[in-house]
């Protein structure tokens, strides 16, 4: 595996809420069942900081979440639950048979999980954090994300890999998991906004581990005067 320093340490613009002089962001991402959330953790117990943007999404749609009311308003009382939460699975099968319904879904929740993600990067630049990851499911579908961090690091697989995953972790049918498959961006759009990838079809958390150490220990070293940018893989 070849590791290069960042090319670009301050690539998030001055005028952006997420922008930190001395703190390098990474945008994490990768489909269903690639791994991402494994990685996450192991960039966590290195001592990054992680802002999870699902687990931020999940705290907006629990009972009395911010997103709550807005949800109700919108789609009316079926998609909430008794205790006050989001129907997850309701909303899954509209949003995956009306792609109408998703916009709308996005357009209450992507910016209270902007405002969030502010309050938490502010948080953890008062805490003197030196390495941020944003685990961002739809880091590229959204575009706005690619501008707001300095590295992207996709996590990759084959579908075939994906659906193996997921069906051993979930209930989840294969049809049902296709879909969410085919909602996501394509492997092809991941790998071209991506500085790092790690290549993740059959490799043991011990390799994973390894290769997560490897850019770990780039990210908190010295940034070089000249550095080279070139994209970083696991082979």
């Known amino acids: 595996m070849l590791l290069q320093y960042p090319s670009s340490w301050t690539k998030s613009s001055p005028t952006s809420p997420l922008y930190k002089f001395n703190m390098i962001h990474i945008g994490l991402t990768g ?3 690639s791994g991402k959330s494994t990685v996450a953790k192991m960039w966590q117990d290195l001592g990054a900081t992680l802002i999870d943007a699902d687990q931020v999404s999940r705290s907006l749609t629990a009972p009395k979440g911010e997103a709550i009311e807005a949800i109700r308003l919108a789609f009316g009382p079926d998609l909430i639950t008794p205790d006050g939460a989001l129907h997850r699975d309701a909303m899954r099968e509209l949003i995956f ?19 969030t993600s502010e309050r938490l990067v502010q948080e953890a630049k008062a805490s003197g954090a030196q390495v941020l990851v944003h685990d961002i499911p739809l ?12 590295k992207v690091l996709v996590i990759d697989c084959s579908e075939d890999t994906q ?27 991941r790998l071209q906004v991506a500085d790092w ?22 990210a908190t070293g010295p940034s070089p005067e000249s550095p080279t940018d070139s994209k970083s893989q696991g082979d």
């Open 31 to 33: 489909g269903i069942g």
């Open 97 to 115: 048979s009306d792609p109408l319904k998703k916009t709308l879904l996005e357009s209450i929740l992507h910016p209270l999980i902007a405002q």
């Open 139 to 150: 880091l590229v579908e959204s575009k706005k994300w690619i501008s707001q961090v300095d």
């Open 163 to 189: 659906i193996k995953r997921v069906q051993a972790r979930s209930s989840l049918g294969l049809e049902q998991i296709q879909s969410i498959i085919r909602s996501q961006a394509t492997r092809r759009e």
């Open 197 to 218: 990838v790690i290549q993740n079809d059959h490799r043991s958390l011990d390799e994973l581990r390894d290769l997560v150490k490897g850019l770990y220990a780039i």
